[in-house]
């Protein structure tokens, strides 16, 4: 009787807790909105917390940090937006010279497949590839992209307006927490927060410098190659690398394309794309594992369905933050008894 009441009361929990995942989970995606901004600001505070207090030990003004921390990022984004308009705007310019080739190679392409189905032949031959490559529908598309940049911009001015209000709180909301808490509690609180913080922190600034170090080395690589939408071609790799697995294979694939574009096939094509997927092996594969450690501990695999899930719940955005949020769930599974075995299964150790 009392095996069978533990298991009912096993599976009640169980169900209670899918539940409470389910409603997570959509109130995640709803509200996106406000929560993508809020764990970027959160992730930010984590990265500069520890350098705000360094500051604040040798007696410099804590408003003074304050605004030369906003400042900073204010900078480092207005480069990057400012790259990436110059790029936007050089594609533009130059996209009439491609856009004839990339229509005669589509072309050739379909009429060397020799394809059975007649309704397919007919199908192909009745596209105006002329229009579909045409200039101005591409400038269209850019213009498109730029009035999403806009509302970007707004989020990212909300995400500086939450870090400057995390910053500049005088007790920090980790030591008010733990003061509602009891002695045992508070400590084991502030240890699951400190770990969080350390992992994250050393994760983004790593990624950071090993993002920086592969786009200035593939920008030399394209100017050696002589390749065009140098600034724009590094400025993708830089972001894309932050999405692992996948992120540093996209961000080759527009330099590539170009050069295949302008030269065609030839060996200088090969030894682009071939110097390029060196960089970027040795680069993610070798430097980055040995300078970052076994801090992330997270399985391929995990990080994989990761990447899908975040990336369905909050898009591209979510593909950035996969990994420090799933590291982050994979302590505070470790901090509880009973899904220590959950936080191991993630782990690739």
């Known amino acids: 009787m009392a095996d069978g009441s533990q298991r009912g009361a096993g599976l009640l929990k169980a169900a209670i807790a899918s539940i409470a995942a389910i409603l997570a989970v959509v109130v995640l995606r709803e509200l996106r909105a406000i929560f ?93 590839w002329d229009n579909i490559f045409n200039p101005a529908q591409i400038t269209a598309l850019v213009s498109g992209t730029m009035g999403t940049f806009t509302s970007f911009i707004g989020n990212l001015l909300l995400v500086l307006l939450l870090l400057m209000f995390m910053l500049g709180e005088r007790v920090p909301m980790v030591a008010r927490i733990a003061r509602t808490l009891s002695a045992r509690k508070a400590s084991e609180f502030q240890v699951l927060v400190a770990a969080i913080e350390d992992r994250i922190r050393h994760y983004l ?86 300078i970052m450690g076994r801090r992330m501990n997270l399985s391929p695999i995990i990080i994989l369905l990761s990447l899908i899930f975040w990336g369905w719940l909050w898009g591209v955005v979510g593909m950035f933050l996969a990994v420090p949020v799933t590291s982050a769930i994979k302590i505070v599974l470790e901090s509880i008894p009973a899904l220590v075995p959950v936080a191991a299964a993630m782990g690739s150790d």
């Open 36 to 128: 993508i901004p809020f764990c970027i600001a959160l992730f930010l505070y984590f990265m500069l917390n520890e350098i705000v207090r360094k500051l604040q030990g040798w007696k410099i003004p804590k408003t003074l940090i304050m605004i030369g921390v906003l400042v900073g990022i204010f900078v480092a984004l207005y480069l990057c937006g400012l790259l990436l308009f110059s790029g936007a705007s050089s594609f533009i310019d130059h996209f009439p010279l491609y856009s004839e080739k990339i229509s005669r190679l589509v072309r050739g392409v379909l009429a060397n497949l020799k394809l059975p189905l007649i309704d397919v032949r007919q199908y192909m031959a009745g596209i105006d």
């Open 205 to 290: 600034f790593i990624k950071t410098l090993m993002s920086v170090a592969t786009a200035a080395l593939a920008a030399l690589i394209l100017l050696i190659g002589r390749v065009d939408f140098i600034i724009f071609s590094a400025l993708l790799i830089f972001l894309l690398n932050f999405i692992p697995t996948f992120g540093s294979l996209l961000g080759t694939i527009f330099p590539v394309l170009i050069t295949f574009l302008r030269y065609g096939f030839c060996l200088r094509l090969v030894l682009v794309c071939a110097s390029l997927m060196v960089m970027q092996f040795v680069t993610g594969n070798v430097v980055e594992p040995m």
